[in-house]
């Protein structure tokens, strides 16, 4: 069996793959994200697909992994019509990822394709980060750090910013990494944990989280954490009318995906001090282009989406989407596969 790896993966994850003995491996020599047409090319009948959130696995991607037969042009009115929809040789998309927003899960379904992903062994460096960016945001610090350079010194009120202690905290979303962001909280003294999302999580309890209507969280917190996926429900949610409803004291703060915010609604509350800070490990466009206009504030933190940037945790990450992908090409029980 073929399979494409589409960048670079961590050695642990790829010795794992070529010691197999069950797939050859080809793999993007590059740690850029490859093109529309590169990817086309590439995946030209594999079996297995292990890709990047940058990767957009579409019907034109799952239609070039899939080798023609005779098969896919019988009409559809035939009793084999239905088989056209499958790519008879891709049986596998293994995402170096927890997210697949970047998957079109309706028409990989429809090709039997299984997918695997890599939930859990990233959850505690992506809420790491965040906290750090977090207090690098309401703590001004890479403000702080061209001051130094700059040798630039002020008054009693120079360079202040928010404190954790006796805050309102609302995170949008207290899955996995939400509620490890809590967690990390606690020990900080916050006073109210908010969260919102779809349902109530039991686990709540372990944090004193209160379950808010999205506006109360918007309007209460002193900070506010964005840890959903993107979902169509969830793409654009932080916009101009969720901004107003915040303080202009308060601190946001976006780890999940760059499309869940309106980013020139988040430059102007930004820029007319509407919100006092915002800190965003991810963006839209990745990266965001230099000239970009979140770039020329002060009081907006952008970081290009280390989140899992940790040695161990980007290892971990590769063995288990090997581990997914191999699974996936024999059939087998998969350590982490996405149900859909
Ligand atoms: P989980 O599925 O464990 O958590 C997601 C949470 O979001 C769930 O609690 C879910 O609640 C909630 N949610 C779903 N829909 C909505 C909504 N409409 N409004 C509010 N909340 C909602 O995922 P993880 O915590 O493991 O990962 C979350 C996301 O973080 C990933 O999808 C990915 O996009 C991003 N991520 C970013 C990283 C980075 O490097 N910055 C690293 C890793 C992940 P419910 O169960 O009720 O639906
Ligand atoms: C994920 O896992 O979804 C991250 O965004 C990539 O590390």
Redesign the pocket.
Known sequence: MKVFVTKRLPQEGLEILTASGVCEVSMCDSDDTLTKAELLKRVDGVDGILCVPYDIIDSAVLDAAGKKTKMDFLPRTTALGGLRDKSPNLKMISCFS??F?HLDLVEIKKRGIRVGHT?DI??DA?AELTIALLLATSRRIPEGVEMVKKGEHGGSLWMCGYGLTGSTVGI???????FAIAQRLMPFGVKRLLY????V?AQAAEVNGEFVPLDTLASDSDFVIV?????P??QGMCDKAFFSKMKNTAVFIN???GAVVNQEDLYEVLSSGKIAAAGL??TSPEPLPTNHPLLTLTNCVVLP????ATFSTRGAMAVLAARNLLAGLQGTHMPSELSF
């Open positions: 927890v997210g927003d939930p990233l959850t992506t949008i979303g207290l899955g996995r990494i939400g919102s999302g779809r349902t999580k840890t959903c996926p993107l979902t429900e969830t780890s999940s995906r490990d991810v989406h280390i989140g899992s």
